[in-house]
């Protein structure tokens, strides 16, 4: 089915084996079934997360929004084929779009993940918003859009 041809591209990508992730709760509109396997995602660190996000932001051509970024020092994007990332096209497995989600952090935020002896990091500790923008500008020469302010509608009531 189509979420087994997703892990196939996502293991030749990752080149590890890819986890299916289950949905929480049932939504009748999507026809979506509580604990159905609906997507597949894997987590990659160090030099294979670089080179992948390297490859991701070149499709981008380096270009984000600003609300590509979070609050909490993250940022995320989407793209819309596969193949762009230097993947063979595979007529049997189609073409599958895939989001990139990158998290920033210091080191020492294990303190408040792990287990035993968990605590809190600091304020100053958490990385932010601006902070990953600039580390973004600087470690990918990348650029950032300011998105446009929604304009609000005035709703007139008829008399």
């Known amino acids: ?3 087994t041809r997703a892990s196939k591209v996502l293991e030749q990508l990752c080149e590890q084996s890819p986890v299916l992730s289950r949905a929480r709760l049932t939504v009748r509109t999507f026809g979506i079934r509580r604990n159905e396997k609906i997507a597949v995602h894997c987590t990659v660190r160090g030099k294979k997360a ?10 981008k051509e380096f270009e984000l929004k600003s609300y590509n970024f979070s609050d909490t020092g993250s940022f995320g994007f989407g793209i819309d084929e596969h193949i762009d990332l230097g993947i063979k096209y595979d007529p049997s497995t189609g073409i599958y779009g895939m989001d990139f989600y990158v998290v920033l952090g210091r ?11 968990c605590s809190r990091v600091g304020h100053s500790h958490h990385v932010t ?9 600087k470690v990918h020469d990348g650029i950032i859009f300011q998105a446009k302010k929604k304009k609000k509608m005035i709703r007139r ?3």
Do not use: C
């Open 50 to 59: 670089e080179e992948l996000l390297e490859k991701g932001l070149k499709v």
């Open 107 to 117: 080191r020492g935020e294990r303190v408040a993940h792990r287990k035993r002896k």
């Open 129 to 137: 918003k601006a902070e990953a923008m600039k580390w973004f500008e």
């Open 157 to 159: 009531r008829r008399r």
């Open 1 to 3: 089915d189509r979420l």
